[in-house]
């Protein structure tokens, strides 16, 4: 069975599914948990984070944390803190990343800095992230404090990745595997310690934790990957960005470094575009270049290989078959997204 996320040939990517029931079934049990956490908050401080949170999102980080958790002979019951945990970290960093990138909105609604101020942003992030090591060592068992240290190491790695994404920024090229390494770090740090975080407290051996770790891993890489395919072709509907928005941003994603990396006359021109302030007619042109270069579909097999990687790594370990078979659905769900 082939694990494409985009026809051969085509370079489109294909509609989103619809979302698996495990990620339903587990912000059923990680919303309740998330809002209790948010009321140890500083009063002053629950209205800009309610307000964040209001906007939705699907819990895939929280959701692999339950579903690792069943995988490993574990219930998910088990894992709700280091789901809520995990979801905690990632919103503190969506709070920050929304000030970096000078996004007004997310999700169709007012980002936290745009309606409240930068100040608040940035103390909210701070105190979601101090919470979420707050809500594993509530009680320090041994299993919460090495969820604890695997959260800790995650944190660490995105901090490292968005610096290298900014750094970035200021240079003219980058390669395909230095892009590679800073997505490892900021996207699939924290995915990979979701799952392991799972395992971990469903009462896995290091071994197991280590082989979901590394699935989540894998499919952080691939969710970046589609996600830098959607910065450049995305339809703006369903985005909710402009056409090209990471071509105007001149962000150097990994369609930018691959483009780099063959050392062409496109690569050179690119080059010179991303060196001066670019209008919508010079994203057109970027676009075309992208397109006439095969760098679509290059990008995309990069993401079918870090799927495949991703699905292996299950295939290592001993696993309960049907959360196993919600693991393989996650992924392929959140790896053929369309925003």
Same mark, same amino acid.
């Given at each position: 069975m082939t694990t494409s996320l985009v026809p051969p040939g085509t370079g489109r990517t294909p509609a989103a599914p619809r979302a698996p029931h495990a990620l339903a079934r #587990?912000?059923?049990?990680?919303?309740?948990?998330?809002? #209790?956490?948010?009321?140890? /908050?500083?009063?002053?401080?629950?209205?800009?984070?309610?307000?964040? /949170? #209001? $906007?939705?999102?699907?819990?895939?980080? $929280?959701? /692999? #944390?339950?579903?690792a958790a069943a995988a490993v002979g574990g219930t998910e019951g088990e894992a709700v803190p280091g789901a809520v945990a995990v979801e905690l970290v990632h919103n503190y960093s969506l709070l920050h990343d929304d000030i970096i990138d000078g996004d007004r909105e997310r999700r169709h609604r007012p980002t936290v800095w745009a309606r409240f101020g930068e100040g608040v942003a940035i103390v909210a992030g701070d105190a979601l992230a101090a919470l979420a090591i707050q809500v594993l060592l509530d009680a320090p068992t041994p299993a919460r404090m090495e969820a604890a240290r695997r959260l800790a190491d995650a944190n660490q790695a995105m901090i490292s990745g968005q610096s290298a994404d900014m750094a970035f920024e200021a240079r003219a090229r980058v390669t395909v595997e230095e892009c590679l390494a800073m997505e490892r770090d900021k996207t699939g740090a924290l995915l990979s310690a979701a799952c392991a975080i799972g395992a971990v407290l469903g009462g896995a051996d290091g071994a197991t934790a280590e082989a979901l770790g590394e699935y989540g891993e894998h499919l952080g890489i691939a969710f970046q990957a589609v996600d830098d395919l959607l910065g450049v072709w995305g339809d703006p509907s369903s985005t909710g960005k402009p056409v090209g928005a990471d071509l105007l941003a001149r962000k150097k994603t990994l369609p930018i470094a691959v483009a780099f990396e063959r050392g062409d006359a496109v690569a050179d021109e690119l080059a010179s575009i991303f060196s001066r302030a670019s209008d919508q007619s010079e994203v057109e042109r970027a676009t075309l270049l992208l397109e006439r270069a095969g760098v679509r579909d290059a990008v995309a097999a990069i993401a079918d290989e870090h799927l495949r990687q991703g699905l292996g790594a299950l295939d290592r370990v001993e696993l309960a078959d049907k959360p196993k078979e919600e693991l393989v659905e996650v992924a392929r769900y959140v790896t053929a997204r369309d925003r």
């Open positions: #587990a912000s059923s049990l990680v919303v309740p948990a998330l809002d #209790a956490a948010v009321e140890r /908050l500083d009063p002053s401080l629950h209205e800009p984070v309610r307000h964040h /949170l #209001a $906007g939705g999102g699907k819990h895939v980080r $929280g959701g /692999l #944390a339950l579903v």
